[in-house]
């Protein structure tokens, strides 16, 4: 069991037995009560911000023991200005990768979501809506999203997606029903670029992402803005990258050729 899903568990055990004692001994000090509401609540806004902790939904980090290669993902796409350049390049460098298309993006170009198929690349889902307040939707909006998002895609390229990527990375204890729900395998990053803010540079991007090339490594990049309204440094930076993973000799792969090996490593369990 991840280390913040047992805090979680324990602060929740805890705070049971805060509510007991004030009733059967007497109410605890106001100091003491704020204090414990503001830690678990600090606890439960980690699990939510923070997906790699796997407080709430089990998630993919790293491919499994002896994984071989780099999974290269792509976010917050398809772009018609950006994806095809993303996809040349991945094809000249003979790297395959995967693509964590937004639904209503899919339903605008899919053309271009079946481009990705066709050159060999895997597709999973970044939500329909892109709501980036969606760990905080009721269950209902959370099922009802990814659904449609599901039946976007599968529509499109005949194929139902497994793989999730939350928008902005945050997780709810709904996410982890809905995804449990509809089969869907969670994954996450062992490096990323930061390249999805406006204000990032190719060679920042580069810098914080080169480090983390090694075997089994899960790099996070976007192949187009979550608004359209900026080219994402990371599209700038992938020739670099695709060098650095020549000169180090390591693979480009999809994440769901490690998944059917048997399951990634650091994967975050229930």
Same mark, same amino acid.
């Given at each position: 069991? %991840?280390? !913040?899903?047992?805090?979680?568990?324990? !602060?929740?055990?805890?705070?049971?037995?805060?509510?007991?004692?004030?009733?059967?001994?007497?109410?605890?000090?106001?100091?003491?009560?704020?204090?414990?509401?503001?830690?678990?609540?600090?606890?439960v806004?980690?699990?939510?911000f923070?997906?790699?902790?796997?407080?709430?939904?089990?998630?993919?980090?790293?491919?499994? %023991?002896?994984? $071989?290669?780099?999974?290269?993902?792509f976010?917050?796409?398809?772009?018609?200005?950006?994806?095809p350049?993303?996809?040349?390049l991945?094809?000249?460098?003979g790297?395959? +990768?995967?693509?964590?298309? =937004? &639904?209503?993006?899919?339903?605008?170009?899919?053309?271009?979501?079946?481009? =990705?198929?066709?050159r060999?690349?895997?597709?999973?889902?970044?939500? *329909?809506?892109h709501?980036?307040?969606? !760990?905080?939707?009721?269950?209902?909006?959370?099922?009802?999203?990814? +659904?449609? &998002?599901?039946?976007?895609?599968?529509?499109?390229?005949?194929?139902? %997606?497994?793989?999730?990527?939350?928008?902005?990375? *945050?997780?709810?204890?709904?996410?982890?029903?809905?995804?449990?729900?509809l089969?869907?395998?969670? =994954?996450?990053w062992?490096?990323?670029g930061?390249?999805?803010?406006?204000? +990032?540079? %190719?060679?920042?991007?580069?810098?914080?992402? =080169?480090?983390g090339? $090694?075997?089994? !490594?899960?790099?996070?990049?976007h192949?187009?803005?979550?608004?359209?309204?900026?080219?994402?440094?990371?599209?700038?930076?992938?020739p670099?990258?695709?060098?650095?993973?020549?000169? $180090?000799?390591?693979?480009?792969?999809? #994440?769901?050729?490690?998944?059917?090996?048997? &399951?990634?490593?650091?994967? #975050?369990? $229930?």
């Open positions: 069991m %991840p280390v !913040a899903r047992a805090l979680l568990y324990a !602060a929740s055990l805890g705070a049971i037995a805060l509510v007991a004692r004030s009733l059967l001994v007497g109410p605890i000090p106001v100091a003491a009560a704020c204090a414990a509401i503001v830690g678990y609540l600090a606890l806004l980690c699990g939510v923070f997906l790699g902790l796997g407080m709430f939904v089990d998630v993919v980090r790293r491919g499994p %023991p002896g994984a $071989r290669g780099v999974a290269l993902t976010d917050d796409g398809p772009s018609p200005e950006h994806t350049e993303v996809l040349d991945l094809d000249r460098a790297v395959k +990768a995967t693509f964590f298309v =937004i &639904g209503r993006k899919a339903e605008a170009h899919p053309d271009l979501v079946r481009a =990705i198929a066709a060999g690349h895997a597709i999973g889902l970044h939500g *329909h809506a709501d980036r307040l969606f !760990a905080l939707r009721s269950a209902r909006v959370v099922e009802r999203d990814l +659904a449609r &998002g599901l039946e976007v895609l599968e529509r499109i390229t005949g194929e139902r %997606p497994t793989l999730f990527r939350p928008p902005i990375g *945050h997780t709810s204890p709904r996410i982890a029903r809905a995804v449990d729900a089969g869907l395998d969670v =994954i996450g062992s490096a990323r930061f390249d999805g803010l406006p204000g +990032a540079s %190719p060679e920042g991007v580069a810098t914080r992402v =080169i480090p090339l $090694r075997d089994g !490594a899960i790099v996070l990049l192949d187009a803005a979550e608004r359209d309204d900026h080219a994402p440094a990371g599209v700038a930076a992938l670099r990258i695709l060098a650095a993973m020549g000169q $180090r000799n390591l693979a480009g792969v999809r #994440v769901d050729a490690w998944l059917d090996e048997g &399951g990634g490593d650091d994967v #975050v369990t $229930r």
